[in-house]
Antibody
Framework: QLQLQESGPGLVKPSETLSLTCTVSGGSIGSNSFYWDWIRQPPGNTLEWIGSIYYSGSTNYSPSLKSRVTISRDTSKNQFSLKLSSVTAADTAVYYC???????????????WGQGALVTVSS | DIQMTQSPSSLSASVGHRVTITCRASQNISVYVNWYQQKPGKAPKLLIYAAVSLQSGVPSGFSGGGSGTDFSLTISSLQPEDFATYYCQQTYSIPFTFGPGTKVEIK
């Protein structure tokens, strides 16, 4: 059974960089046809897609966050990571790492989620 | 960005009742819609992908429909464990946007 686990600081100061790591067990992040995404959910709000890294290593980011986001991976540790720079209170959210599967052609859906990590931006 | 809207934003229903939630996209997205269920304090769970396909392990009482801009999620007979918030998501184009959610509460 695939499992994803987010880890990282729960409190980040304004203007600093938020860093989270997702450790994947029960499957390889190098497996064909899977994307590894970051999604966030501000308290009481809907979900927001941040970006993804494909099994090949290619990345895509939300245009609204692209200037501040970097998603990378370490296949030797079966981990992928999120860095979000110059954070403000608006970046306070539960951050989820997820696996997005290819259903067919370019159709994809998120079939596995981490439990989520609350990151608060405050001085 | 493609905007996803949902209606209603919340509803109250009794166990055993049939419930339908609708989702509308701001442009034609074919069948690139997924539905998720989220319970308080938990990660979302995939129910329906590609608008109409039931995810493995999801009860058959859930069904999806629609294509183009209008989509629906139907629960044929509401069970106590179905009380949750439901989100639609489009994966037609980046950024993959979610609807605002529909909260299903016990009447």
């Amino acid at each position: 059974q695939l499992q994803l686990q987010e880890s990282g600081p729960g409190l980040v100061k304004p203007s600093e960089t938020l860093s989270l790591t997702c450790t994947v067990s029960g499957g390889s992040i190098g497996s064909n046809s899977f994307y590894w995404d970051w999604i966030r959910q501000p308290p009481g709000n809907t979900l927001e897609w941040i970006g993804s890294i494909y099994y090949s290593g290619s990345t895509n980011y939300s245009p609204s966050l692209k200037s501040r986001v970097t998603i990378s991976r370490d296949t030797s540790k079966n981990q992928f990571s999120l860095k979000l720079s110059s954070v403000t209170a608006a970046d306070t959210a539960v951050y989820y790492c997820v696996r997005r599967m290819k259903v067919r052609s370019s159709l994809t859906a998120i079939d596995y989620w981490g439990q989520g990590a609350l990151v608060t931006v405050s001085s | 960005d493609i905007q996803m809207t949902q209606s209603p934003s919340s509803l109250s229903a009794s166990v055993g009742h049939r419930v339908t939630i609708t989702c509308r996209a701001s442009q034609n997205i074919s069948v690139y819609v997924n539905w998720y269920q989220q319970k308080p304090g938990k990660a979302p769970k995939l129910l329906i992908y590609a608008a109409v396909s039931l995810q493995s392990g999801v009860p058959s009482g859930f069904s999806g429909g629609g294509s183009g801009t209008d989509f629906s999620l139907t629960i044929s007979s509401l069970q106590p464990e179905d009380f949750a918030t439901y989100y639609c998501q489009q994966t037609y184009s980046i950024p993959f946007t979610f609807g605002p959610g529909t909260k299903v509460e016990i009447k």
